[in-house]
């Protein structure tokens, strides 16, 4: 897929034709871990799914912690592809790319540091806190492949290139599924080999990605004078990317606090929770996917050559088709959720020692189906105001919906078990929008003040 130009033409069109293959992306991306989950809870045992389940908040906090740094970094590239500024789309990608490679070596290096007193800390019971450590240090340990493909992939991105990263993505995650079903399905391995697979898969991904851009994207591919730290576009990216990755960041974290309440409350719950994990981030995977169009679209056509007028007419188009296609795709989920969360659960869990697993997980996903349609328009909102580079917005209407998740889950979990995280999970969003739609509506009437004046 070439760079596509997203100033002009279709907007409908580059939206779709831009979502799509990232929902393919994304999708595989979360494969590597759904892959591992499967094949554990189904070949070695709920227990090694609830280790899994233990230990994917915080490997989550470092990848999505990582993937938003990329994604402030992509923002600064799509304005500068969409203004025509080639020198300095290299030099942003030389910057984020050097610098991630001390910043992620580190991060490895901590998360393997502190593994197993984290783990003790969310009160990870004993008969998991072996395998959950030993999985969660092997992950981390390939922070430096997660944080190189995130950013090369965000590079093809913000020129309007996203299907290339994906086919990338589905040779990695193929090779992951294949090497877990032959080392854990037929050879017998335990949990440590299911970290090793996904790990290799990754760093195929960043290897494959970075050849490509080598050879067929001399518009993004440094040379000597690009590649080096560049002070001021350091500056830059560290404080979109920064606040990115605080948000992404945020959700994890916020799964994390939610963990520790669910945790108390045995394995079969840990299990079922960490199967319904894993529905809702597919399930929330292409409204986060548009939510990314959104972004590219806004930050390239706010630095299109264009009168501020037109430029601002094109950006709140995009906002209004972009709002409706989260709405058409919520629709869809919610038939698909509701109606077979009994298979989705099942695909879990043996048939043997599932059934109470089954039921526990089915009966959240009744509930939640409903409840998808507030972070569709969450996701939209935020990838409008992102592509504006109004991250502060985007940090506080996450730090909002994460911090009354977790306290309305510590008040329901107890008396309502996992039911109460998903009635958690909507007030969280509901209060969220009740933040968000108030700023849009007072910033629209702004900018249309400022395009009279022109």
């Known amino acids: 897929?070439?760079?596509?130009?997203?100033?002009?033409?279709?907007?409908?069109?580059?939206?779709?034709?831009?979502?799509?293959?990232?929902?393919?992306?994304?999708?595989?991306?979360?494969?590597?871990?759904?892959?591992?989950?499967?094949?554990?809870?189904?070949?070695?045992?709920?227990?090694?799914?609830?280790?899994?389940?233990?230990?994917?908040?915080?490997?989550?906090i470092i990848i999505l912690g990582i993937s938003g740094i990329c994604m402030g970094a992509g923002v600064l590239m799509s304005g500068f592809f969409g203004s025509g500024r080639k020198e300095e789309l290299k030099k942003e990608l030389s910057t984020t790319l050097l610098f991630g490679l001390y910043f992620s070596l580190a991060v490895a290096a901590c998360g393997i540091l502190f593994a197993r007193p984290l783990l003790v800390l969310l009160r990870v019971p004993d008969s998991v806190l072996d395998d959950a450590c030993v999985y969660l240090t092997i992950i981390l340990s390939g922070a430096p492949f997660t944080y190189f493909y995130n950013a090369l992939a965000a590079a093809l991105k913000s020129v309007g290139d996203s299907g290339t990263p994906v086919k990338f993505l589905m040779v990695a995650s193929l090779l992951n599924a294949g090497l877990d079903l032959i080392f854990i399905g037929f050879l017998g391995f335990g949990i440590v080999c299911s970290a090793v697979t996904t790990v290799a898969a990754e760093s195929v991904s960043a290897i494959l990605t970075w050849i490509y851009i080598k050879k067929r994207v001399p518009l993004l591919h440094p040379d000597k004078e690009t590649f080096r730290i560049d002070p001021g576009l350091l500056k830059k990216t560290l404080r979109y990317g920064g606040v990115t990755a605080l948000q992404q960041a945020c959700q994890p974290v916020g799964k994390l606090l939610v963990q520790g309440a669910v945790n108390p409350l045995?394995?079969?719950v840990i299990a079922a929770f960490q199967a319904v994990n894993r529905v809702d981030d597919f399930a929330f995977t292409p409204e986060q996917s548009i939510s990314h169009g959104m972004t590219t679209f806004t930050a390239q056509n706010l630095g299109a050559d264009r009168t501020r007028k037109e430029r601002e007419g094109r950006v709140r188009d995009g906002l209004r088709i972009g709002l409706l296609m989260e709405f058409l795709y919520w629709i869809f989920i919610f038939l698909v959720v509701f109606l077979a969360r009994e298979p989705l659960m099942k695909a879990f869990v043996s048939v043997g020692e599932g059934g109470t697993v089954v039921e526990l997980g089915s009966r959240y996903l009744k509930t939640m189906a409903f409840f998808y349609l507030f972070p569709a328009f969450t996701n939209g909102l935020q990838g409008y105001f992102r592509g504006r580079g109004k991250m502060g917005i985007t940090l506080a209407g996450t730090f909002i919906q994460t911090g009354i998740r977790v306290a309305v889950t510590y008040v329901t979990a107890p008396v309502l078990g996992i039911y109460g995280v998903a009635f958690a999970c909507a007030a969280g969003w509901s209060v969220m929008l009740l933040f968000e739609v108030p700023y849009l509506l007072i910033s629209g009437k702004k900018e249309k003040g400022c395009r009279r004046e022109e």
């Open 266 to 268: 045995g394995v079969d």
């Open 1 to 60: 897929m070439a760079a596509s130009d997203m100033t002009k033409g279709s907007i409908a069109g580059h939206l779709i034709r831009y979502s799509v293959p990232l929902v393919v992306g994304n999708l595989f991306q979360l494969a590597y871990n759904a892959v591992d989950s499967i094949i554990a809870g189904r070949f070695i045992g709920k227990e090694a799914l609830a280790a899994l389940g233990t230990a994917g908040p915080v490997m989550n």
